[in-house]
Nanobody
């Protein structure tokens, strides 16, 4: 059974940084594309960033380009999201997601394309 557990959320002032982590267990191999999504109250879940199984390909939403960085460590089945220059509008619950890709380098940006989800971690940015 695949399980994704996020950590690293918290309260930070605007301009600050956080590092989110997603620990994956139950994966049969490392051929999973991983993604980070967020959902603010009253809003739809939106894509933030995604990374291919090898880490060679990545995707970022326009709203976070240049500020957020996604990375992964397949040896430990962990995906990270470095959040820099945070803004109040980044406040949301951040979710980690996984989708098996059978070693394809495809990066998936839609939440509908992912099979497995974590419970989320709250990020709050104060102004």
């Amino acid at each position: 059974q695949v399980q994704l557990v996020e950590s690293g959320g918290g309260l930070v002032q605007a301009g600050g940084s956080l590092r989110l982590s997603c620990a994956a267990s139950g994966l049969t191999s490392s051929s999973y594309s991983m993604g980070w999504f967020r959902q603010a109250p009253g809003k739809e879940r939106e894509s933030v960033a995604a990374i291919s199984w090898s880490g060679s390909m990545s995707y970022y939403a326009d709203s976070v380009k240049g500020r957020f960085t996604i990375s992964r460590d397949n040896a430990t089945n962990t995906v990270h999201l470095q959040l820099n220059s945070l803004k109040p509008e980044d406040t949301a619950v951040y979710y980690c997601a996984a989708r098996q890709t059978y070693y394809s380098e495809t990066v998936y940006s839609s939440h509908r394309q992912y099979n497995y989800w974590g419970q989320g971690t709250q990020v709050t940015v104060s102004s």
